[in-house]
C-alpha cells in the first residue's frame, strides 16, 4: 500500500477566511482609527487593530501553507507525517505502543511519536478503514489498546450505507437545507445592520451579513453533493448535544446589542473598545465550541 493524503479541505478553508478578516482588520482598523475624530488615543487604536490583525492573517496564512505542505504518506509499513517545518516517520513493525482514540491513533517506537487525527485527512471512509485495517493488521496486538471503544464508536467493520440513504432517527443534511437556513439568517443580519447604522451613525454595521455569507458559504463547501445523514437531536439522550446550539444563540443574542451600546459607553476609546469586544466575543465562542468537541469525543 502506497499512497499519499493532504490535509482536509476544512484547514484551507478556516485559513483563508483568517487571513482575509486578518488582512482586512489589519488595513481598515488604522485606518477607521484615525478617520474617527471621537477617539481620543487614535495611535494606540491604530497598533492594536492592526496588531491583532496581522496575528490572524498570520495564523491564517500558517494554516493556508499547512493544507498545500502537510502530506500522511504510506509506504508499505511505514508511515511518514511530512510538516511544514520537519518530517516524522516510523516502521509499523516497530510500534511498541497504539493507543486508538475515538478520532484518531497514536503510535510510538523507541523514538518517535505519531498521532493521527482521522479527520484531518483528506480521504474516503474506505480510505479510511483500509488504513486502519493496516495498522490492525501490522502492530502487535498486544501493545494495542482502546480498540473496543474505538471500534465500536466508529462502526468499525459494518456495512457502509449507500450515500444519501438514512435511517428512522437520521436526517440528511443537504446543500439546500443550508440555504433554507442560512439565507434568512443573511437576511436578519443585513436588516439588523441597517437599523443598527440609523441607531448609532456608525456604517461598520453595514457589514453585519459578512459572516453569516461566511458561514453559509463553508456549511455548503463542506457538505457533500449527496448529502450527509445526521442523528437526530433528542433533549433527554443527547442534552450535551443542545448545549452549543442553545449556548451559540444565547451568545449571538447577546452580541448584538453589546456591539451596538459599547461605543456608546466608551465614548473616548470607541474602535478600542469595539476590537477587543469582538476579540473576546469570538474568544469565549471558539473556547465553547472546543469544550463541545472534547463532550463529543467521550
Known sequence: MEVTYRVSRIHRFIGLVGFVFGTTLAILGPFA?????????????????????????????????MSYRRKLAIRGSGLEIIGVFRNRELDLGDVIRAKWLPRGLVLRDDSTRLSIEFGEWEWT???????????????DPEVQSGWDLFAYKRGYGLPRRPPGQVDKDEVLITRRRWAFYCLPLVILASLGGV????????????????????????????????????????RRSDSHAMRFPIFALLWGMFGVPAAIAIPRLFTRHETLAEITFVVLWLAVL?????????????
Not at 491604530?46 to 501553507?65: H, T
Not at 471512509?125 to 502492530?139: K, N, Q
Open 33 to 65: 482609527a484615525f478617520a474617527d475624530k471621537q477617539e481620543r488615543l487614535p495611535i494606540r487604536a491604530a497598533w492594536f487593530s492592526g496588531g491583532v490583525g496581522l496575528f490572524f492573517a498570520a495564523l491564517g496564512g500558517m494554516l493556508i501553507l
Open 125 to 139: 471512509v474506505g480510505d479510511c478503514d483500509a488504513f486502519i485495517g493496516l495498522v490492525r493488521s501490522m502492530v
Open 195 to 234: 437599523v443598527a447604522w440609523r441607531i448609532a451613525g456608525h456604517p461598520r454595521f453595514l457589514v453585519a451579513p459578512v459572516l453569516p455569507l461566511f458561514l453559509w458559504g463553508g456549511l455548503h463547501f463542506f457538505t457533500p453533493a449527496e448529502g450527509k445523514a445526521v442523528t437526530k437531536l433528542r
Open 286 to 298: 471558539l473556547y465553547e465550541a472546543a469544550q463541545q468537541d472534547r463532550r463529543n469525543a467521550r
